[in-house]
T-cell receptor, first 112, second 115 residues
Framework: KNQVEQSPQSLIILEGKNCTLQ??????????LRWYKQDTGRGPVSLTI?????NTKSNGRYTATLDADTKQSSLHITASQLSDSASYIC???????????FGKGTRLSVIA | IAGITQAPTSQILAAGRRMTLRCTQD?????MYWYRQDLGLGLRLIHY???????GKGEVPDGYSVSRANTDDFPLTLASAVPSQTSVYFC??????????????FGPGTRLTVL
């Protein structure tokens, strides 16, 4: 069964600091990996999608990396802001009758 | 309407009652999905539909039913609610082709409490 595991479960950082969230996946065949951001009380929103041929992709202060050999992805947030406080969910491609495989997310809290 | 909407925003329901959660999208997406999200478990797929007139079961379909009479609407029905169905329910939609294929767009969610 395809799985997506994320770490840490939660993280607290000071405003202005950088942080990195990790995602390990066991997905076969691999086609793409996505990161979603979910603000409290809202639905998830797509941040970035990475295909197997991409090593890194940036979206503003968010940079996602992908290592297909080790099956790891990371999401790096630079110069964090209070508005970055959210859950970040790593999402793998379809598995069986599941269109997308969602990780359990990392809860990030940015404090002043 | 812009995007995907859900109703109601929240609901408290007595066990054994029937409840329908509504979901409407205006993006002409072929595929629609229903998830539940519980603390510590992440998003779990309940049912999905790849096109109007067809539906499929996801990871946790028991106790729920769906219908897809047209492209825009995808209601989720709890025939006889039980307390374990207390959760936040998210509807999502996606295109099945094109540059944005498989990117799911989520509604704001419905918080359901079954007592």
């Amino acid at each position: 069964k395809n799985q997506v595991e994320q770490s840490p479960q939660s993280l607290i950082i000071l405003e202005g600091k950088n942080c990195t969230l990790q995602c390990n996946y066991t997905v076969s065949p691999f086609s793409n990996l996505r990161w979603y951001k979910q603000d409290t009380g809202r639905g998830p929103v797509s941040l970035t999608i990475m295909t197997f041929s991409e090593n890194t992709k940036s979206n503003g202060r968010y940079t996602a990396t992908l290592d297909a050999d080790t099956k790891q992805s990371s999401l790096h947030i630079t110069a964090s802001q209070l508005s970055d406080s959210a859950s970040y969910i790593c999402v793998g491609p379809p598995s069986g009758n599941t269109p997308l495989v969602f990780g359990k997310g990392t809860r990030l809290s940015v404090i002043a | 309407i812009a995007g995907i909407t859900q109703a109601p925003t929240s609901q408290i329901l007595a066990a054994g009652r029937r409840m329908t959660l509504r979901c409407t999208q205006d993006m002409r997406h072929n595929a629609m999905y229903w998830y539940r999200q519980d603390l510590g478990l992440g998003l779990r797929l309940i049912h999905y539909s790849n096109t109007a007139g067809t539906t499929g079961k996801g990871e946790v379909p028991d106790g729920y039913s769906v219908s897809r009479a047209n492209t825009d609407d995808f209601p989720l029905t709890l025939a006889s609610a039980v307390p374990s169905q207390t959760s936040v329910y998210f509807c999502a939609s996606s295109a099945l082709a094109g540059d944005d294929a498989d990117t799911q767009y989520f509604g704001p969610g419905t918080r359901l409490t079954v007592l």
